[in-house]
């Protein structure tokens, strides 16, 4: 993966890369803090570290090469996973591309460090999952995203994802919310999605 700038004019470049099992104190802390900053916001996502996200799913993305890291002076300031897997609550959705499940890639946990939310690291974690999934053959990027988190929304949208629809959706942590799904179609030009 490459390094890029995150928007701000102080900002050091940003490394971004496939997480270091090294990493991973510095990122559970990240998502701990994430998940505590979000908690009564507009934009909650009822994310409760160590169930959701839960420090062992974590770990097993870094160990399959899935979790993606952002680092800024050497620190990890955000992170996602890229892989194969849904829930699901995947199934039955209009999905415009018709791909096989080992062509189609699932965004999940796109965090970004609380302090430095709007320097453009969540963007750049989302464009660096974009050509991972490129250079991997996928054919498409899949998300779903809490209908009421619209800065997540608004950033996915203008990545090229196509809004597909909300439903409600029961997650494994044993309650139910409105959730949109996205899908970013990969044969596309320029990665936005076909009509």
């Not at 490394?15 to 909650?44: F, K, Q």
């Not at 993606?68 to 415009?96: F, H, I, M, S, T």
């Not at 970004?112 to 989302?126: C, Q």
């Amino acid at each position: 993966m490459r390094r890029v700038r995150a928007s701000g004019a102080a900002s050091a470049p940003l490394g971004i890369g496939v997480a270091r099992a090294d990493e991973m104190p510095a990122i559970e802390d990240l998502y701990r803090r994430v998940a505590r900053a979000m908690r009564g916001t507009p934009a909650d996502c009822a994310w409760e570290y160590g169930v959701h996200p839960a420090p062992e799913d974590l770990r097993d993305a870094c160990a399959a090469g899935d979790l993606v890291c952002a680092r800024q002076d050497g620190r990890p300031v955000g992170a996602l996973v890229l892989n194969g897997r849904w829930e699901d609550y995947y199934e039955g959705k209009p999905w415009r591309v018709d791909a096989p499940g080992e062509r189609v890639g699932v965004i999940h946990l796109v965090a970004s460090a609380p302090d430095l939310r709007g320097r453009g690291i969540a963007r750049a974690l989302v464009r660096a999952a974009k050509a991972e999934a490129r250079r991997r053959g996928l054919a498409a990027l899949r998300l779903d995203v809490f209908d009421n988190n619209a800065p997540a929304r608004a950033l996915y949208a203008s990545e090229g994802f196509v809004y597909l629809g909300t439903y409600p959706c029961r997650y494994p942590e044993g309650f139910t919310h409105d959730t949109g799904f996205m899908e970013l179609d990969l044969g596309a030009a320029d990665g936005a999605a076909r009509a």
